[in-house]
């Protein structure tokens, strides 16, 4: 007996749910058809108000429209100029820039022998380091780039860069070696740099000062 009284409750209650269902139903195609009808209403009011329409003669006048300028890349022409400003040039004569000492040290115009003294010595903590070893010659020279470029980002002073001893290249010669000085030197963040000391590198390692 039990059962049967669940069974109709449940059946009770199917129904129920059933009904409200479909009076859903009913409910949003009556909404649907007002809808319809208003929208039918309102073009109808829309015809009568603007009356007969007439297409208008067309005319003998040729337009010609204005020129429009050219649009500017501007942001084409930035990189190109940040690229331009960060490009560092394997002509560039060095030699006569860097102290006759033989580390060939160098340091910008302006700054004193004192800062040059404290980087050989140590004074700043290495914060950063880019090993060129394998590199050829191009791709050196962006890796640079983009690493002093990001050092500067960064916040950082003092970096070190590993360019070798040319032990391994044609002829023994330490290619990369000059070409560091050369390039670092282009660099306007460069201040100062220095061979690094034997713990550090030695001939193999340069030691980079950068603007604060």
């Not at 003998?60 to 500017?72: D, F, M, Q």
């Not at 560039?92 to 800062?115: C, K, M, Q």
Request: charged fraction near 35%; charge should be positive; include cysteine.
């Amino acid at each position: 007996m039990s059962g049967s009284i669940k069974d109709f409750a449940a059946l009770k209650g199917l129904r129920a749910t059933i009904k409200a269902q479909e009076e859903a139903r009913k409910a949003a195609e009556e909404e649907r058809l007002r809808r319809e009808k208003e929208s039918r209403r309102d073009a109808e009011l829309f015809r009568k108000s603007i009356g007969d329409v007439k297409p208008i003669s067309p005319s003998n006048k040729a337009e010609h429209p204005g020129e429009r300028p050219s649009p500017v890349a501007r942001q084409r022409m930035a990189d190109e100029q940040a690229a331009l400003e960060e490009s560092l040039s394997d002509e560039f004569n060095v030699d006569t820039l860097l102290d006759t000492d033989d580390e060939l040290s160098y340091a910008r115009p302006g700054i004193s022998g004192d800062i040059l003294r404290k980087l050989r010595r140590g004074n700043w903590v290495i914060q950063a380091q880019l090993d060129l070893h394998g590199m050829r010659r191009e791709e050196a020279r962006e890796a640079l780039a983009e690493f002093l470029r990001n050092a500067v980002k960064r916040g950082l002073r003092c970096v070190r860069v590993i360019h070798g001893k040319g032990l391994g290249s044609v002829n023994k010669e330490p290619v990369l070696k000059s070409k560091v000085r050369s390039w670092l030197v282009q660099k306007e963040e460069v201040i100062a740099f220095c061979q690094a000391r034997a713990a550090e590198g030695g001939a193999g390692a340069l030691v980079v000062l950068l603007k604060a």
